[in-house]
């Protein structure tokens, strides 16, 4: 593995050696079947001819090996959509990365998945809307798709590859966590992820209709606590809570350049997967550099690393090294300043904004979806 080096930016200069990246989030495209309002992946999206090819990403993931990552995420849009799944799969594993797939399940078939156990896959994030047909396709925008996925998560489990639900929530289904967390367990899932929608991307442009209330959060956070104790040994709980009802940033991706990075499909290597959303930063890509000179040297992994980007109560604040001042792209979006203290922490100036804002979108019940296009 890579031993941590110091890298010679200002920001760096004044940070702790940073250390190899631990995990790796390849998404591998852009297309997807589905059409989920909640789309995280950016507004203008990379057609098929302009994704890395086979050869490409084998490279990257052999780089990825050597720069220390252990955890490789294999993530869309659907990842299923590209053809050469199984043979990317293979190379990452013989590489030694843990493979985990981050699916919808739609473009899987019980063959496919035995490739992929084959291949040397060792884990399956498989995505849920809903606990019904009628309430899961009408979020997805998919028909189909819930009946896709219950067949997936037995493919799944037949093959012995460990299982993960991903939940995304929001004002739509979280009054729903607990028939989730049941039909988690029911499809013999060894986590479930309940995560609340964040708006980045296409989420965007649905916050008034997604954004969960106060009363169905507090709900939410007591409803995974009693279950997390029902279900101790069973099936494990992650929780992910809503932002705007929150007093405090969550550590987003770990800290700025800590922890992991993304490749797009096109091959550009982020620091997070909404950076793209931060205009004063420019990213280098796979084609033109090596993974390790972007990590440890690239312009925009150093932007944010350490503490001296940060405004002076963040910087000298005894939480600077929980939440690493918070999630970069969210001040970028609520207050205008990607180097600004995230608006969600008590102490920005910005916080009372914030929550008359949520309220004024809260009061925006009849507002209507907007589906992704495909
Ligand atoms: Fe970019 Fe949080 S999503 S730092």
């Not at 009408?138 to 991903?166: E, H, Q």
């Not at 959060?217 to 040994?233: C, D, F």
């Not at 004063?280 to 084609?287: G, Q």
Request: hydrophobic share 40%.
């Amino acid at each position: 593995m890579s031993k941590p080096i110091t890298v010679g930016s200002d920001a760096a200069r004044h940070a702790r050696p940073v250390p190899p990246p631990m995990a790796m989030l390849a998404e591998l495209t852009h297309r997807c079947p589905l059409a989920c309002p909640y789309c995280s992946n950016p507004i203008d999206l990379t057609h098929a001819d302009g994704e890395l090819s086979t050869g490409e990403w084998i490279g990257v993931f052999e780089q990825a090996a050597k720069l220390g990552v252990l955890h490789l995420h294999l993530s869309g849009g659907e990842p299923a959509a590209r053809r050469d799944l199984a043979e990317l799969t293979r190379a990452a594993a013989s590489f030694g990365l843990y493979t985990n797939l981050i699916t919808s399940g739609v473009g899987l078939t019980e063959a496919r998945i035995g490739e992929l156990a084959d291949a040397g896959l060792d884990h399956v994030q498989l995505s849920l809307q809903g606990v019904s047909p009628e309430g899961a396709d009408r979020i997805s925008g998919y028909r189909g798709g819930y009946d896709r996925k219950m067949a997936v998560a037995g493919w799944v489990t037949a093959a012995t590859i460990p299982l993960t639900v991903n939940a995304v929530c929001h004002r739509q289904n979280m009054d729903q966590i607990d028939a989730m967390i049941d039909l988690a367990i029911g499809l013999r899932a060894r986590r479930i992820e309940i995560a609340t929608v964040q708006f980045h991307g296409w989420a965007e442009r649905n916050k008034a209709a997604l954004l969960p209330t106060r009363v169905q959060v507090e709900r939410a956070t007591s409803t995974v606590a009693e279950a997390r104790r029902k279900y101790e040994g069973v099936i494990e709980i992650d929780y992910v809570p809503a932002d705007y009802h929150s007093n405090y940033p969550k550590a987003c991706m770990g800290g700025w350049g800590r922890v992991g990075l993304n490749v797009t499909p096109s091959g550009r290597v982020l620091p997070c997967h909404a950076a793209e959303t931060i205009p004063s930063l420019s990213f280098d890509n796979v084609r033109d550099g090596s993974l390790a000179r972007i990590w440890y040297e690239g312009d925009a992994f150093n932007a944010y690393r350490g503490d001296t980007w940060m405004p002076e109560l963040c910087r000298s604040c005894e939480r600077k090294n929980v939440d690493f001042g918070g999630c970069r792209c969210q001040a970028m979006a609520l207050a205008g300043d990607a180097s600004a203290m995230d608006p969600v922490c008590v102490r920005s100036p910005l916080r009372g904004g914030l929550t008359e804002d949520t309220d004024r979108l809260l009061a925006l019940s009849s507002a209507e979806l907007v589906f992704r296009g495909r």
